[in-house]
């Protein structure tokens, strides 16, 4: 009954799966085969059209009209001429250091203008600051050797006076001592203006220099003429010391165009109140007779002193005091 009823199933499963296969049965074995599947290549396949996809729609904006640019009529002849160059514009002429550094005088009036000198100073500090401590303007000359001179002549120049640099010069005879780095007569020049340009590099701020002693140096034209044109070169005025009647200063800055002057009145040759009294009478007299006197002294006690009761006094007698410069500019020591 069992083997009865697989086979009666076994006959069922043939039946269903006939479309896929043929079975065979035997006495107790069913074999189901299938045929074989066919190949890929032996598959005629139906052609495949490719798909399009439509672009999206989009606005385009209306088209700019293009606009034709104007039309420039040539220009005329005289437009189109080549400009003629500028000239070219002056350069301001530097002010020579002379001038800059040169303290204002009151107006020119009637009255008689006095200058005063004072050198020697930066050695003795004490007598340097009492010098530099009286009513201006004075024209006060510092020492090439003496020490700190930037800051000492800072102070004269914030007090209101005018500076000068008091170069050592080889006197006759050498009997006093001039100090380190004088001029001297027989040195070559380019020794002498090794020396020169140490001097004048000490400090700014001056107008000019002035012979310290030198009364053999300043009567040698030769060893004198480098010395004015280096003062040429840098606008400096020379103020003559006239320590000898032969000295050559003068003549030589005239000749070289060297804005300069001389010393009228030696003030304290003779260090006594009452000397000195006598010379600062005698200065008063040139300065009535010429119209303006320059004066040298240096900063003893007994010369201070006498300096400043003259300097309370003075405009009361009818005398203006003025810095060498102005009296430079006022004789025509600029003309060469």
């Known amino acids: 009954m069992a083997v009865a009823a697989a086979i009666a199933i076994v006959a069922i499963a043939v039946w269903l799966f006939a479309p896929f296969g043929k079975a065979t049965i035997a006495s107790s074995t069913v074999e189901l085969r299938r045929d074989p599947l066919p190949s890929v290549a032996s598959v005629a396949l139906p052609p495949v059209k490719p798909a399009v996809i439509a672009a999206p729609q989009i606005p385009m904006p209306a088209p700019t009209p293009v606009q034709t640019a104007a039309v420039i009529p040539p220009p005329q002849e005289a437009l189109v001429r080549p400009l003629k160059p500028e000239a070219p514009k002056p350069e301001a002429p530097m002010v020579p250091a002379w001038i800059r550094y040169a303290v204002p005088a009151p107006p020119k009036d009637a009255r ?190 007994q010369t201070m002193d006498v300096l400043q009761k003259w300097l309370d006094e003075a405009p009361g007698r009818g005398f203006v005091l003025v810095p060498v410069s102005t009296i430079v500019k006022e004789r025509g020591g600029v003309a060469g």
Not at 181 to 191: C, H, P, R, T
Not at 217 to 236: C, H, I, K
Not at 282 to 298: D, P, Y
């Open 112 to 301: 008689p203008r006095i200058a005063i000198v004072i050198d020697d100073l930066g050695l003795d500090r004490r007598r340097t600051e009492r010098a530099i401590a009286l009513p201006g303007p004075l024209t006060l000359s510092f020492l090439a050797y003496a020490a700190d001179l930037p800051r000492q002549a800072e102070a004269a120049h914030r007090g209101g006076h005018e500076l000068m640099l008091h170069v050592p010069m080889e006197p006759v005879g050498k009997v006093l001592d001039t100090g380190p780095n004088e001029l001297d007569v027989g040195l070559s020049q380019d020794e002498l203006l090794q020396r020169l340009r140490w001097d004048l590099g000490r400090f700014d701020g001056y107008v000019g220099i002035n012979n310290h002693m030198g009364s053999k140096f300043t009567s040698d034209t030769a060893s004198m003429r480098p010395v004015m044109e280096e003062l040429r070169r840098r606008g400096l005025l020379f103020l003559d010391s006239r320590t000898i009647g032969s000295t050559t200063g003068m003549d030589l800055a005239r000749e070289l165009g060297v804005p300069h002057a001389g010393r009228d009145v030696f003030l304290d040759n003779d260090v006594t109140i009452a000397a000195i009294s006598t010379q600062f009478a005698e200065l008063e007299r040139v300065a009535k007779r010429n119209g303006s006197a320059i004066a040298i002294g240096h900063p003893h006690d």
